[in-house]
């Protein structure tokens, strides 16, 4: 794939991404045990703008196929990272692209002073999973991913995450991005708000019955 960084293509590869807003020196100390883990095929950490920060993930600039699915997993102890590396491990076989686990916790962890809608509050971290509907075995990629985000169910709280969810399978999988509360009252918001059911598309919020 000529998207693929040339160090990185037929590899299979972790990549670590990370953030700081502290002093550079600061970051090169809290970082280095994890350069020092395995060997650095690509080390691109440094100073950018704000403007910038869109680097730090890579993604194409054009409109690619993609089969994702996402869940929130309870915390990444022995038992999660074993299940993970039986499904999309470097001996899975995985027709993912790539699979995604990102620290969640901190302020979004916590209720703010007024009542709002941010999910994700319980879980520890996020699990997302990509394929590539493109190329051989193209139909068989987003049941892979599907089975794969499945087999870590008995490690996940049950609920998704509305920024990598996935494609939905039905309004009861639209509503898991929520606690049942919090859904209803966006329903209710809905119902005063857009009662011609305007924006139904994607992940709107349901037209309650």
Not at 2 to 14: I, K, M, N, S
Not at 82 to 101: D, Y
Not at 124 to 153: C, E, I, K, M, N
Request: overall charge negative; hydrophobic content about 45%.
């Amino acid at each position: 794939m000529p998207e693929v960084p040339e160090p990185l293509r037929g590899r299979f590869v972790v990549h670590v991404r990370l953030a700081h807003l502290g002093d550079p020196h600061e970051a090169d100390e809290l970082i280095a045990p994890i350069r020092a883990a395995a060997p650095v095929v690509m080390d691109l950490v440094g100073t950018m703008a704000t403007t910038e920060t869109d680097r730090v993930h890579a993604d194409p600039d054009h409109p690619v196929p993609t089969h994702e699915r996402g869940a929130l997993l309870t915390s990444l102890d022995d038992a999660t990272l074993e299940a993970l590396l039986q499904v999309a491990g470097p001996e899975s076989g995985t027709p993912a692209l790539m699979v995604e686990v990102r620290q969640l916790g901190g302020a979004l962890g916590r209720p703010g002073p007024w009542p709002d809608a941010v999910g994700a509050r319980d879980a520890a971290f996020s699990l997302f999973a990509v394929g590539l509907l493109a190329g051989p075995g193209a139909d068989v990629v987003g049941r892979a991913v599907d089975d794969l985000v499945a087999a870590l169910t008995p490690h996940c709280t049950g609920r998704a995450f509305v920024n990598f969810h996935g494609r939905l399978r039905s309004d009861d999988d639209r509503a898991s991005c929520w606690r049942q509360d919090t859904y209803q009252r966006l329903q209710q918001t809905k119902r005063a708000h857009d009662p011609a059911n305007m924006f139904r598309f994607g992940h709107a919020v349901a037209m309650p019955a």
